[in-house]
């Protein structure tokens, strides 16, 4: 039985998902534990990372909500059950619950492709394409933790 996700607000306070506050840092997935940051990872400038690799460093430096145990989100685990709507298009998120995600560039994943230790999964918000190239271009990230296990 799969649970309703939770908005997590910057004090740490839980609100239902169908609250229509967009103030959130957080999403809570209760049936999973994944908890998911609601912006990007972006370089200093707020633009997309250089690399894939500058993606996992910055998801490692995170400290949000008291915890330092973010990493980038996996494709299968988090972006493929979470975040991506199949339902959706221009983006292919729920802005609900994820409201300021940029959708002008990828988003790596910290999935490596399997055939290449350089390419690695990434998802377009725009249309919910997955594909995977080589990890030493351009991109944003999801930074995500395990909650409550």
Not at 21 to 37: E, K, S, Y
Not at 120 to 125: C, K, S, T
Request: aromatic share 10%; net charge negative.
């Amino acid at each position: 039985m799969e649970t309703t996700p939770l908005k997590i607000l910057a004090d740490g306070t839980e609100i239902p998902a169908t609250d229509p506050r967009t103030d959130h840092v957080a999403v809570l997935f209760p049936d999973t534990g994944w908890m998911v940051a609601c912006d990007a990872l972006t370089n200093r400038e707020g633009e997309a990372h250089a690399t894939a690799d500058d993606v996992d460093a910055d998801a490692k430096q995170l400290h949000l909500l008291g915890f330092n145990d973010w990493i980038n989100a996996p494709l299968d685990e988090v972006w493929l059950r979470h975040v991506l709507k199949h339902d959706r298009y221009a983006p292919a998120v729920d802005t609900h619950l994820f409201p300021d995600l940029p959708t002008d560039d990828w988003y790596w994943t910290s999935t490596p492709a399997p055939w290449s230790a350089e390419s690695a999964f990434f998802v377009y918000l725009h249309d919910g394409l997955v594909s995977y190239c080589p990890r030493d271009l351009s991109g944003f990230g999801l930074a995500c933790r395990r909650a409550r296990q």
